[in-house]
């Protein structure tokens, strides 16, 4: 048995529930769909899948609350995915955006996950857009942050030694089908089919590794 932990923003929560009732605390997200799918192929093994996942969250906002939501639940494998709103609050020139932390604040918190759990299974997701919606009315900004986003991000793979979940060519290629709001119907926030894609992605890489559940 492993206890899986998902941390994130919105995307991440789904809007999960908040109470004990496992219909739906969860959420109706990607962490769902991949729990399902593991929990319904190895029943024996009683993993356990956890989301704490918060809506508008930027990395500086999952440190403040890494005690409580992540350090207090002793995961086995930690899965996180952040970095748009970090991006948001610096395209729309708000004061929480004036000094981009993204890097620094990861930095603290992987710092400190690695160092209370040497032995952790670490899973860095790639952060993604599409050009419709918010996005699109300052699109070449949004890649080049993005880009920078993910740059830093496969680093911090590397550094941690972390499994790194690529997610923005997948997205890129599944919309020149489509159109891109099939996706990511605001050029952030996924879809059904848009969190089935993170889903297969995540499982393609975590079941093709050392960290298999």
Do not use: C
Request: no cysteine; proline share 5%; glycine share 10%.
């Amino acid at each position: 048995m492993a206890t899986i932990l998902f941390q994130g923003d919105s995307i991440t929560d789904g809007n999960r529930g908040r109470d004990g009732d496992p219909n739906h605390i969860l959420g109706h997200g990607y962490p769902y769909l991949i729990a399902a799918k593991i929990g319904s192929e190895s029943p024996e093994k009683e993993h356990v899948f956890i989301n704490r996942g918060i809506s508008g969250n930027r990395v500086s906002d999952l440190y403040a609350r890494w005690n409580e939501d992540a350090i207090s639940l002793s995961p086995d494998l930690l899965s996180i995915l952040i970095g748009v709103n970090d991006a948001w609050r610096i395209m729309a020139g708000e004061p929480s955006g004036v000094t981009d932390r993204f890097e620094k604040a990861y930095v603290h918190l992987l710092d400190e996950t690695r160092e209370i759990f040497p032995d952790i299974g670490l899973v860095l997701m790639e952060p993604f857009i599409l050009n419709v919606g918010a996005m699109a009315d300052k699109w070449v900004d949004w890649q080049e942050k993005l880009r920078d986003y993910r740059r830093i991000a496969i680093g911090l793979a590397n550094r941690y030694g972390a499994l790194y979940v690529p997610l923005q060519d997948a997205f890129d290629e599944a919309a020149k089908e489509t159109g891109p709001a099939y996706w990511l119907w605001d050029g952030v926030h996924p879809t059904t089919a848009g969190h089935g894609l993170i889903a297969r992605e995540w499982l393609k890489v975590v079941q093709e590794s050392r960290l298999a559940l």
